[in-house]
């Protein structure tokens, strides 16, 4: 019976739904056997490093992973880098096929003065800093202004402005970083502006996330009446669905009666930053009124941008805006892409589940005689490969060292300490 070797490059919800949508393809006749490759020590991708920790329900799709990853067909190499511990051209010529699920991991850019001074800075550095992702870990954020502001309008921009925005001690039973969680603490920031581009109905929230902001104990959320009008008379009499959805939500909160917290959190729409401006760190941001000349500005001490994401580019794999290029997942030869690197950043975590599924479909149709070329084990040259059963010990360490504490886990966050729960 012929046994089929596939690479998944990327431990994120993309490379586990493809090694699930595998499994479910197995038939008598076809087997498969899979190994996934992850830089990082650890797996699951955006669910450890991007969810927000104060929305932990997102977060149990990780008992999907854990269960794919406990088949007997499936192995785990993470803490092995693409590039210096194996090549694309290693993986193509030893497997069956390779799956590319990196991701989007960089910050697009604003393109406008003054985005690299001190204080303005990417929702893709903030947002690892404060889930204990280990290559952010130093990032230097000052919070010793009063005002914020996050130019973006998709749900990473709305996390960014909620952890931002809420009062600290919220955030004690998370698995926020304990470092972010004392940075926090010793915040001066009391106003957290979310500024976007386009108008109300062209926001990408979700109204999931924005039906969450009125339970926000101590902070006051935002919106203008009027922005809401103006937006519901844009789109007329039959709005498609999700904007419908999303109007309403934002009416509600429009709508609240004012409380007297000493924390808000404001929107503003139709607005395009043009330049950020200081004498050696933010100081302002100026902006213009869309589609006009008009331009006002705003004091502030912070900028984070959550304008979206790109893929970044693995050596002899095709990219272009920021997303490899691919024909509905096929990309060259043996190679296949699935979820955020295949159509840039879109959807919630669900998404790269159907995505996966219909790539994986083609991948088995373009079969041919099985390789059985080798094994990737013996070619990686370094001893600090972390397995299943050493990502177990890592899993079991955290939540046994978050449950004193009230909290479902508490993260290591050096490299070091997790090879020392790994026991390597």
Request: charged share 25%; with cysteine.
């Amino acid at each position: 019976m012929p046994q089929y070797k596939v690479a998944i490059v990327g431990a994120g919800p993309a490379g586990y739904f493809a090694t699930l949508a595998l499994n479910n393809l197995q038939t008598e006749e076809l087997k498969f056997s899979i190994d996934m490759i992850e830089r990082l020590p650890t797996p699951w991708g955006l669910v450890r490093s991007g969810v927000a920790p104060d929305h932990p329900k997102i977060k149990t799709v990780a008992k999907v992973f854990e269960k794919v990853a406990n088949e007997p067909n499936f192995r785990l190499f993470a803490n092995v880098e693409l590039g210096s511990d194996l090549t694309i051209e290693q993986l193509k010529d030893m497997y069956d096929a390779v799956v590319i699920a990196t991701g989007s991991a960089l910050g697009k850019r604003l393109g406008i003065p003054g985005e690299d001074m001190p204080g303005s800075m990417s929702a893709a550095a903030f947002v690892p800093w404060y889930n204990s992702h280990p290559d952010f870990k130093d990032e230097e954020i000052d919070l010793s202004c009063d005002t914020a502001v996050v130019i973006g309008a998709g749900n990473v921009a709305m996390d960014v402005a909620r952890m931002l925005a809420l009062e600290p001690s919220e955030l004690d039973p998370t698995d926020t970083a304990d470092h972010a969680i004392d940075a926090f603490k010793e915040s001066a920031i009391r106003n957290v502006v979310i500024s976007a581009r386009r108008g109300p109905e062209h926001a990408a929230f979700t109204s999931p996330e924005l039906r969450e902001l009125p339970k926000l104990e101590h902070t006051i959320v935002i919106i203008e009446k009027s922005d809401i009008a103006a937006a519901l008379s844009r789109v007329g009499d039959a709005p498609e669905k999700d904007v419908k959805s999303n109007l309403d939500a934002m009416l509600l909160i429009a709508e609240q009666e004012p409380t007297n917290h000493a924390r808000t959190m404001k929107f503003q729409f139709l607005a395009t930053p043009v330049e950020i401006k200081g004498a050696n760190r933010v100081e302002e941001v100026v902006f213009k009124k869309t589609g006009t000349d008009e331009t006002f500005s705003i004091k502030c001490g912070l900028v984070i941008t959550a304008i979206g994401y790109e893929a970044a580019p693995l050596e002899g794999i095709p990219y272009e805006k920021g997303k490899v290029v691919n024909v509905e997942g096929r990309v060259k030869e043996n190679i296949y892409v699935v979820g955020w690197a295949k159509r840039g950043p879109s959807g919630v975590i669900g998404t790269n589940k159907s995505d996966a599924a219909d790539v994986m479909k083609l991948l088995v149709e373009d079969l041919k005689a099985p390789k059985n070329a080798g094994d990737v084990a013996e070619i990686i040259a370094h001893n600090k490969v972390v397995t299943q059963m050493h990502w177990q010990a890592i899993n079991e360490a955290e939540i046994a060292a978050g449950e004193p504490v009230g909290k479902p886990r508490r993260k290591a966050v050096t490299r070091e300490e997790l090879f020392k729960h790994a026991g390597l």
